[in-house]
């Protein structure tokens, strides 16, 4: 293969998790602690929103206790190195944590929201949210009480920026997936997307996912260690 210019990566949890990040599914997992159905879908929050917001808000809370780590900053080099070759890296993120953007990458979709926003079910603006939410939250631009939300795409919800990820991977050289399970869709179908268009498909991640079968290269192991030399073969090569 000829040095790639523009590459799709999308991320899951597993890229955080040696920062400190929670993942969902392994054993010590996110979901093993909480009900997903009551803290992470529109109707456990409309039936317990002071549960939902108290889950994210410790979530928020926790953020700059935590660092990105070798394979977000990985990322980030691999991003300035493909715009030097002319190319695009899209990083397209389940995370809602803001890792990718402290370690350095700018391109970042994310597609299941940021925990760093909050939205307006009243007036449905976006607005940064550095600190609690709650059932009193008055929104700060139509000043309607009740209506604030966390920043984040709960089951059953529709996933952000689908189109621009469909086009990236429609441009892409390389398609590459790491710290995911492949579990949850839309994001899971991405690689068979990538595959009916003829782009190869990348995994890098601890332990096969649920679709290790459709990638057509793998490399197993912590992030922290396949990620940067991954990025370091892409990056040299001719
Ligand atoms: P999961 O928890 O489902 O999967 C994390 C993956 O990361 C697993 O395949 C692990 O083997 C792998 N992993 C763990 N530690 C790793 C490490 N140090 N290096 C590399 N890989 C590692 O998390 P996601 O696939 O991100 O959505 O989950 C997808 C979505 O499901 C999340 O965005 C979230 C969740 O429910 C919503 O909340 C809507």
């Known amino acids: 293969m000829s040095a790639p210019k523009n590459i799709v990566a999308l991320t899951g949890a597993g890229i955080s998790a040696e920062s400190g990040v929670a993942t969902f599914r392994d054993a010590d997992g996110v979901w093993a602690k909480y009900d997903y159905r009551e803290v992470a879908t529109p109707e456990g929050f409309a039936a317990n929103p002071a549960l939902v917001h108290e889950f994210y808000n410790a979530r928020r809370r926790a953020l700059p206790s935590v660092n990105p780590n070798a394979a977000h900053m990985a990322l980030a080099d691999l991003e300035k190195g493909l715009t030097e070759r002319g190319g695009r890296l899209t990083l397209v993120t389940q995370n809602v944590d803001d890792l990718h953007e402290r370690g350095g990458a700018t391109n970042i979709l994310h597609m299941h929201g940021e925990l760093l926003k909050a939205e307006c079910a009243s007036c449905a603006s976006v607005i940064d949210c550095r600190g609690d939410l709650s059932i009193e939250s008055v929104c700060g631009v139509c000043n309607r009480t009740g209506g604030m939300r966390p920043h984040v795409v709960w089951f059953g919800e529709m996933p952000r920026f689908m189109e621009e990820a469909a086009d990236a991977i429609m441009g892409a050289e390389l398609f590459v997936s790491i710290g995911t399970s492949g579990s949850v869709y839309p994001a899971a179908g991405f690689v068979a997307e990538a595959r009916a268009l003829g782009v190869p498909a990348m995994e ?15 490399r197993y192991g912590p992030a922290t260690e396949v990620v940067p030399q991954w990025v370091n073969e892409i990056l040299t090569m001719k």
């Open 204 to 218: 890098l991640n601890l332990e096969p996912s649920e679709n290790a079968h459709l990638f057509s290269d793998a």
